[in-house]
């Protein structure tokens, strides 16, 4: 639809989604005039408005701080998490094929949150960055969150549908600087008593500017405004010292088998992978066994933290679920055990919580009981998680998983 203003006669089409700007009068006028003459359908989305405007800002800029995100070799980065959505998402063919560059994704991914942050915010490009957010919500739901069920666990769909308010309903001309409004627009010249009448195109000095041009404009000053917030983030990400980025408060690290561990015949063997491993219980004296070289951790560590995270390497034989997250716990009886972390009801990564002695998933709340072979001890899932086996090499001092 399309409503017409006129000028000396002339009618001028204006789409009602031109994004264009107030009347300077009603842009000079402080915020709280602006509220008081708002209707409650305007002030209806600027919860909404503020609230995802920040978070996807926050969110963008935590992906660029966090150490973890953009490197390949770190527990839970980008590379993790797609490597758990090529399984269980339908666009698991798409996830495969940018796979081997995780590390562009991620900052693509963290640039447009930051983009869609500051659109929703300043209003800059506001209805583009609102579709771009209801786009990248649509995206972690079929990804991030496609596994949890019922549906209404998961975030990423509300998140869509309130982007979507948003692009339909606009900022409605509150909380937007004058400057951005008025961003991409140009004003007609004084032309002489009825030369419109006359229809001469001369009294036009400039044509009003059209919404695609303010539209790329806006888009314009908008990712460089984008830009500027990642290159102040990228170098305080950098400053940082790895050791923010282990997870002591749950019990956990980033640990790895320290330079020169070997492993060596005569390990005590725990853990087993349910269905696959030879009867049992975890801890049992296993036949000598000569390891494949597949040092996960020093057990040194494991006793100092309690549990370890690790990453399962890449090239590790079936049936080991090759790049995915692990952990390694040191029971209260002595017993090392060792589990794939994700978690088996939306793929989020588990934890280990020493004060309640469980694996917990941060998502959805679910509880798994290291000493009961990952056992389910409260839900929404009701599958164990899978128990690797191990071996522990107390001579060498290192703990490896057994292929």
């Known amino acids: 639809m399309q409503q017409t203003s006129s000028m000396r006669g002339t009618t001028t089409p204006v789409s009602r989604f031109d994004p264009a700007p107030p009347p300077a009068s009603a842009a000079d006028d402080p915020l709280a005039a602006q509220l008081r003459r708002a209707t409650p359908s305007q002030l209806a989305l600027l919860p909404i408005r503020a ?8 969110a963008g800029i935590d992906k660029l701080l ?21 399984r269980v998402s339908p666009l698991a063919p798409l996830v495969r094929l940018v796979e081997p560059w995780s ?15 500051l659109g929703a915010l300043t ?12 786009a990248l919500s649509l995206l972690f739901f079929l990804t991030a969150s496609w596994t949890t069920h019922p549906y209404y666990y998961g975030p990423d769909l509300p998140y869509a549908i309130g982007w979507i308010a948003l692009a339909i309903g606009g900022t409605g001309g509150l909380l937007v600087p004058r400057a951005v409004g008025r961003l991409g627009a140009t004003t007609r010249a004084s032309a002489p008593p009825g030369a419109l009448r006359e229809g001469t195109s001369s009294a036009m000095s400039e044509p009003a500017a059209s919404p695609s041009r303010r539209l790329l404009l806006q888009a314009a000053v908008l990712g ?22 282990e997870g002591d408060g749950a019990g956990l690290s980033n640990d790895g088998p320290s330079a020169g561990e070997t492993t060596s015949p005569g390990a005590s063997s725990t853990g087993a992978i349910p269905g696959r491993s030879p009867a049992g219980s975890p801890g049992a004296t296993a036949a000598p066994f000569r390891p494949t070289g597949l040092a996960v951790a020093s057990i040194a560590s494991v006793d100092r933290k309690g549990a370890v995270s690790i990453r399962i390497p890449a090239d590790a034989p079936s049936p080991l679920p090759a790049g995915d997250p692990g952990v390694i ?21 588990v934890a280990w919580d020493a004060r309640d002695s469980v694996l917990l998933c941060p ?41």
């Not at 966090?66 to 090529?86: N, R």
């Open 103 to 117: 590390p562009a994704v991620g900052l693509v991914v963290a640039l447009a949150e930051i983009a869609i942050g």
């Open 66 to 86: 966090d150490p973890a995100f953009l490197d390949p070799a770190a527990p839970g980065s980008i590379g993790d998490q797609l490597q758990v959505f090529a």
């Open 224 to 245: 460089g405004l984008s830009l500027i917030v990642a290159s102040v983030a990228l170098p305080v990400r950098f400053a940082r010292p790895a050791s923010s980025a």
């Open 329 to 349: 716990v040191r029971l209260a009886d002595g017993r090392y055990v060792c589990f794939d972390a994700v978690c088996t009801h939306e793929g989020c990564r």
């Open 51 to 58: 609230f995802f405007g920040v978070t996807f800002l926050y």
């Open 123 to 134: 209003g800059l490009a506001f209805r583009a960055a609102a579709l771009g957010g209801a």
């Open 363 to 403: 998502c959805h709340g679910a509880a798994f009981d290291a000493a009961d072979h990952g056992a389910v001890l409260a839900g929404p899932t009701n599958t164990p998680l899978p128990e690797l086996p191990i071996v522990v090499d107390k001579v060498a001092g290192t703990i490896s998983l057994r292929a």
